[in-house]
């Protein structure tokens, strides 16, 4: 799996969009792009995936640059239960389950 | 979503006994089960994948003989932290991977079990 550089940390404003950024510049043709979160003493929430296209659903948006190196998690009106750990994963689908975690992006929004 | 549980949600246990944690996916078939661990302020790690009816395949550096994974049916899998020592006190999550969900997203995480050993 490609390896993936997140910010250790990110401050958002309630209500305000929170944009989380990673890098993968050695991401392979065949290699997805995932987001997971992990809020305080939970299991890992699965939030988008891509490929090359812009994808959203209804917790956030996901934005591949065209190159693919790099890609853009949108969180369009965080809240409080925002607060978590981000995680950026590049895999292939094939190997869905076995995913390597960085060590994200602890994102806190604030009041 | 599909959705994944485990038990016990956490345990406390002491040094030298051996602590069996179970993770189910709820309602759908999973031939693949993944187990994690995750130590305070650091990111989860890859232990090991369990298959359904065969034996699973471990990372580099976890011991087989200590932390024992059976997945009798495709619904279940446990994981058996034998003789356990304090430095195995962690948070240790499941995941389940649903082959059945075409295009969709196919891996679910459990809620994860919080080992403590006194």
């Known amino acids: 799996d490609a390896k993936t550089t997140q910010p250790t940390s990110m401050d958002c404003a309630e209500g305000r969009a929170a944009n989380l950024p990673c890098n993968h510049s050695t991401i392979s043709g065949n290699e997805y792009v995932y987001w997971y979160r992990q809020i305080h003493s939970q299991g890992p929430q699965y939030i988008i995936h891509g490929l090359k296209n812009n994808e959203t659903n209804e917790m956030a948006s996901l934005i591949i640059t065209e190159d693919r190196k790099s890609s853009t998690l949108i969180l369009p009106h965080a809240t409080l239960r925002d607060t978590a750990v981000y995680y950026c994963i590049v895999r292939v689908r094939a190997n869905a389950g076995k995913s390597t975690f960085g060590d994200g992006t602890t994102l806190t929004v604030k009041p | 979503g599909a959705v994944v549980s485990q038990h016990p949600s956490w345990v406390i246990c002491k040094s030298g006994t051996s602590v069996k944690i179970e993770c189910r996916s709820l309602d759908f078939q999973a031939t693949t089960m993944f187990w994690y661990r995750q130590f305070p302020k650091q990111s989860l790690m890859l232990m090991a994948t369990s298959n359904e009816g065969s034996k699973a395949t471990y990372e580099q550096g976890v011991e087989k003989d200590k932390f024992l994974i059976n997945h009798a049916s495709l619904t279940l899998s446990t994981l058996t932290v034998t003789s356990a020592h304090p430095e195995d006190s962690s948070f240790y999550i499941c995941?389940?991977?649903?082959?059945?969900?075409?295009?969709?997203?196919?891996?679910?995480f459990g809620p994860g079990t919080r080992l403590l050993v006194l």
């Open positions: 995941s389940a991977r649903d082959q059945g969900r075409g295009t969709q997203e196919t891996q679910y």
